[in-house]
């Protein structure tokens, strides 16, 4: 089972920050969380990750609580090609264990 | 570099067929993994190999068989299409096992059992 808890959909008015939740409240000291996106049929695309820290880059800002039992993905300046499944995911890294779990993901829409 | 490649883009089966989706990637990446998507829901993992001669189960492997005699190359089997099994397939890899590894993703094969 996914070790994260999305919400199942969010709107987003186009040009304003998307702000899009996460809870991984059994996260242990040493799993990272990842997002990526789906757009329509595609393959899912890498956003950003983080262990602790809040981490930004050209895409995004991930913003980590100092718990680490839950993140924020954040799109500063959505667009309409924003408009996505975002998936929230906690790399389970045990030996050769290392699994991607994916969740059902939150279905963001970006409303023009 | 093509990234991860897949091949076919699209696939009709019947009940009981055979087929083996394809899987390359040319970025010398020891992790590959195959996911299943079925429709509205998320990915799941089926099988995943860390290397050249390394395979393992995921989430859902039953009725899939895998092989990984290259580090380039990553079949996914299917011994006896069953319906059950129609869905979107991704193929993706990473650098390593390390968590700092992002996993790049394949288009997908849309398989289709009848």
């Known amino acids: 089972d996914a070790k994260t808890t999305q919400p199942p959909s969010m709107d987003c008015a186009e040009g304003r920050a998307a702000n899009l939740p996460c809870n991984h409240s059994?996260?242990?000291?040493?799993?990272?969380v990842y997002w990526y996106r789906q757009i329509h049929s595609q393959g899912p695309q890498y956003i950003i990750h983080?262990?602790?820290n809040n981490e930004t880059n050209e895409m995004a800002s991930l913003i980590i609580t100092e718990d680490r039992k839950s993140s924020t993905l954040i799109l500063p300046h959505a667009t309409l090609r924003d408009t996505a499944v975002y998936y929230c995911?906690?790399?389970?890294?045990?030996?050769?264990?290392?699994?991607?779990?994916f969740g059902k993901g939150t279905r963001l829409h970006i409303l023009p | 570099n093509a990234g991860v490649t897949q091949t076919p883009k699209f696939q009709v089966l019947k009940t009981g067929q055979s087929m083996t989706l394809q899987c390359a990637q040319d970025m010398n990446h020891e992790y590959m993994s195959w996911y299943r998507q079925d429709p509205g829901m998320g990915l799941r993992l089926i099988h995943y190999?860390?290397?050249?001669?390394?395979?393992d189960q995921g989430e859902v492997p039953n009725g899939y068989n895998v092989s990984r005699s290259t580090t380039e190359d990553f079949p996914l089997r299917l011994l006896s299409a069953a319906p059950s099994q129609t869905s979107v397939y991704f193929c993706a890899s990473s650098l390593s096992l390390g968590q700092q590894e992002t996993q790049y993703f394949g288009p997908g094969t849309r398989l289709l059992v009848l």
């Open positions: 059994t996260i242990s000291g040493n799993e990272y």
């Open positions: 995911i906690v790399r389970v890294n045990v030996g050769r264990d290392d699994k991607i779990i």
């Open positions: 983080g262990l602790k």
């Open positions: 190999s860390v290397g050249a001669g390394i395979t």
